[in-house]
């Protein structure tokens, strides 16, 4: 059976009170590829929408790449942004005229409107402010998580929104990505029966850990945003989503163990350039992770000329967070946190955030009365209590080219895509991921981080 049939009897059987493996395997073998149908609200453009991206660094990236690819569909033709190599190299793939080009957001709104939307992907602690301008200005935006680092932010955001009839896109980008749309659908269709609970697990990988939470923008949550926002909003949302029921308590643990002053090795230094006497030996020796393997180098603005680099990483490391000892660093967040969740009708969930894994990716069990779900992003594994039967699903981004290596599992373009047709159409519908649907799990991160810091269980209320 070919995909569009498979989807096509899939479908039809969203009547029946439960669709089990044993009508799944139908296809005729327990496992197959699949990618995300198409969206059937999309629609024909008769022009690219207008941006500008106010935050020109990694993330700004991510979505300039996808008008780059698709200038038919997003033509960005302004950018914010006061670090003069990336303003530089985003104009340039832009084509950007220099009265668009501006060092801070506050010039941007200086002007009268003169785009049909923003990308707001400047650092966490700056999405507030630039996102309340724009939509008192007319602009739709698409606003990089977190939506604010308050709670009281997220909501003034949200009631703007309402007022103004704007559409604000929360780049909860796993609500895309067809790993997760898959099992959102499974899960709806009742697949394993009724939901009784989920396990997930995101293990972030100790090298990235050190790189972005320890040296990297987000090491002190006073600055930027806690942990559970800035890395694991993602998570708290897309266990919201699945689950589709209101959360109504949630309790967290956790603390930072490791990476502290009294844990530095002795004869380590202050940077791992100063003589370090454990460096080579240290798994997070700065050298051995930027100069050596040349891994995680978007952060170092390097030049053009690859025959420069080598000399602009060692200067990097001397000169910057990045090659600082990882146990001498600012830093507050924690390297290890567990929440457990009560959901509605009985259901609930626990989530771990691990610093300290060899690997990435996240993890997921569903628990259901008729069936369980395992995942690790490169497939969902169903078993079926009734018939035993287990079947495969495989995930493809590929309904558009490139949109595999977009990121997040293919969800970075993907959203990009639903984007561009909801400020298109003027249609919020079109999106998964608007801040109405969004601001729950928000809401639930800074309630874990309450419960965290005062050992008391907390109450949800939206």
């Not at 704007?166 to 609500?175: E, S, Y």
């Not at 990435?360 to 078993?383: A, K, Q």
Request: proline letters at 4%.
């Amino acid at each position: 059976m070919n995909r569009r049939n498979l989807l096509k009897t899939l479908s039809l059987s969203l009547g029946a009170s439960i669709i089990s493996t044993e009508v799944l395997g139908s296809v005729g073998k327990n496992s197959f590829l699949y990618s995300n149908p198409a969206n059937s609200l999309h629609r024909p453009q008769k022009k690219a929408i207008t941006v500008i991206t106010i935050g020109a660094g990694n993330r700004g990236m991510v979505y300039g790449n996808f008008a780059a690819k698709f200038a038919e569909e997003m033509d960005i033709i302004g950018v914010a942004e006061p670090v003069k190599y990336r303003n530089d190299r985003y104009a340039r793939i832009h084509k950007i005229e220099d009265k668009n080009r501006f060092n801070t957001w506050e010039d941007v709104f200086k002007r009268p409107k003169f785009a049909d939307a923003v990308i707001i992907s400047t650092p966490d602690n700056m999405h507030y402010a630039p996102c309340m301008k724009a939509l008192e200005m007319g602009y739709d935006v698409l606003l990089e998580k977190p939506i604010a680092p308050t709670e009281k932010e997220c909501r003034e955001i949200l009631a703007l929104a309402k007022k103004k009839g704007r559409i604000v896109a929360v780049c909860h980008v796993l609500r895309y990505a067809p790993y997760f749309v898959k099992m959102k659908e499974l899960v709806a269709k009742g697949a394993i029966g009724d939901i009784i609970s989920v396990q997930h697990f995101e293990p972030i990988e100790h090298t990235h850990m050190a790189h972005s939470f320890v040296r990297g923008n987000w090491h002190n949550s006073k600055k930027t945003t806690p942990i559970i926002l800035a890395k694991s909003c993602h998570d708290l949302d897309i266990i919201k989503w699945v689950i589709n029921k209101p959360a109504k308590k949630i309790v967290a643990m956790g603390d930072l163990k490791w990476f502290k002053k009294e844990n530095a090795p002795e004869g380590s230094t202050a940077r791992c350039t100063d003589g370090c006497k454990v460096e080579r030996e240290c798994p997070y020796s700065a050298i051995k992770e930027y100069y050596d393997k040349r891994k995680r180098l978007s952060v170092m603005d390097l030049p053009a000329d690859k025959a420069m680099h080598a000399e602009a990483i060692m200067a990097n490391l001397k000169t910057t967070n990045y090659g600082r000892c990882v146990y001498r660093m600012d830093n507050d967040q924690p390297d290890h946190y567990v929440t457990s969740i009560q959901f509605g009708d009985s259901v609930t969930a626990s989530f771990s955030m691990e610093a300290f894994t060899s690997y990435h990716g996240r993890r997921t069990r569903i628990m259901g009365s008729m069936g369980d779900i395992v995942g690790d992003m490169n497939e969902l594994v169903i078993n079926d209590f009734k018939t035993g039967k287990t079947l495969k699903f495989i995930p493809k981004a590929e309904d558009v080219e490139g949109y595999k290596n977009s990121g997040h599992g293919g969800g970075d373009w993907l959203l990009a895509r639903d984007f561009v047709q909801a400020v298109s159409q003027q249609n919020p519908n079109i999106l998964t991921s608007t801040i109405d649907d969004s601001i729950e799990s928000h809401i639930m991160g800074f309630m874990a981080e309450e419960s965290r810091k005062t050992n008391k269980v907390m109450d949800i209320k939206v």
